[in-house]
């Protein structure tokens, strides 16, 4: 008998609500993007983003059981994000699921956004085989997570300073390109010739799968800045294409060495930044060399979005994790937590 879970997901600017079958069918994903209303302030202003989750939510959810031919009748559970996040727009979600959840009597399910995106992978290929290496890259997450079983999960290697999609959209920003900078980059990174312009790549110290792209941020605004005090007129593409060549060099390698060092024959992509073309492209061809499979989730699975948090939460749903009606959002939440009513645990444990 099918499990049927409608998931809500508004950790940042996105308000999505999605109804998917058995963690693997999806029936509908109505992901409402508040894009415009936030580029002109060039990024996310979270008091804004929780206003508009509070205005789009429940349209956004009478068109995704619409769009799935369901009612709330055919539901047998209620998922929402509760971390991390932007914590006003983390408390939309969870108030709201755990309305439903009351109202309909239906189990309520808490699910990491980081979880999600990881998860995003399981929607793409839902035949996956453990242990599996994960690559998150998004506006505030970079990390690689060895995932061991369903809910078991141990972080290899994380930033230490910027987040790989961070510095895509501070770079855009110095490049005057706008808001979001990680699609606009790899746009303008196409017409550009990455070996034109010289820029750094942090390794860090020897054996660590950590990363770092502080320094790489930096040297692109100092190059930028000493062009304008020299007059010289600099080629944007070339300078985009470097970029995201060395941020791409920098993850695919610390990637492989991840894989290497785990044992794990299979590298998953997720987050926002897994839909940047550079990145797609050189992680697969170089895991290919290594006859290492890559599996990358299609461009609308890796933004935000409510399927991947329906597919993680229909595993947690076959371990009978549910979460209590006193859910709450949790701003700092960490992958292998559940925190309820301000205690925590971690899921291996």
Do not use: W
Not at 134 to 150: F, I, P, Q
């Amino acid at each position: 008998m099918s499990v049927v879970i409608l998931a809500l997901e508004t950790s940042c600017d996105e308000t999505s609500a999605a109804v998917v079958a058995d963690g693997s069918q999806i029936l509908s994903n109505i992901i409402s993007s508040q894009v415009d209303v936030h580029r002109k302030f060039g990024g996310v202003v979270p008091e804004v983003a929780s206003r508009k989750h509070l205005e789009l939510l429940n349209r956004v959810v009478e068109e995704a059981l619409a769009a799935a031919g369901l009612g709330f009748k055919d539901l047998d559970a209620v998922a929402v994000t509760y971390g991390p996040g932007l914590v006003g727009a983390l408390l939309v979600g969870v108030a709201a699921a755990k309305a439903f959840a009351y109202g309909l009597d239906l189990p309520l399910l808490g699910v990491n956004h980081l979880e999600g995106h990881i998860y995003a992978n399981f929607l793409a290929e839902p035949g996956l085989a453990f242990p599996l290496l994960c690559l998150v890259v998004s506006g505030g997450h970079t990390d690689l997570v060895l995932v061991e079983k369903h809910g078991r999960y141990r972080v290899v290697g994380r930033t230490r300073d910027d987040a790989a999609g961070e510095a895509f959209d501070k770079v855009a920003r110095t490049l005057g390109l706008g808001y979001p900078g990680g699609p606009l980059i790899d746009r303008l990174a196409a017409g550009g010739d990455a070996s034109a312009i010289s820029l750094p790549r942090a390794y860090l110290e020897k054996g660590s799968l950590d990363f770092s792209f502080s320094g790489l941020k930096s040297a692109v605004i100092n190059y930028l800045h000493r062009a304008a005090q020299r007059g010289e007129e600099v080629n944007k593409a070339d300078l985009a294409a470097g970029f995201q060549q060395a941020v791409s060099d920098v993850l695919t390698e610390k990637t492989l060495a991840a894989a290497k060092e785990t044992g794990v024959s299979t590298i998953l992509l997720a987050g926002g930044v897994a839909s940047n073309s550079g990145l797609r492209a050189a992680l697969t061809e170089s895991a290919g060399q290594e006859s290492i499979r890559v599996v990358i989730p299609a461009p609308v699975l890796c933004t935000d979005n409510a399927a991947m948090i329906a597919c993680a939460a229909y595993y947690k749903y076959l371990r009978g994790a549910f979460a209590p009606l006193t859910l709450n959002a949790v701003p700092d939440l960490k992958l292998g937590e559940e925190r309820y009513e301000g205690n925590f645990k971690k899921i291996s444990d």
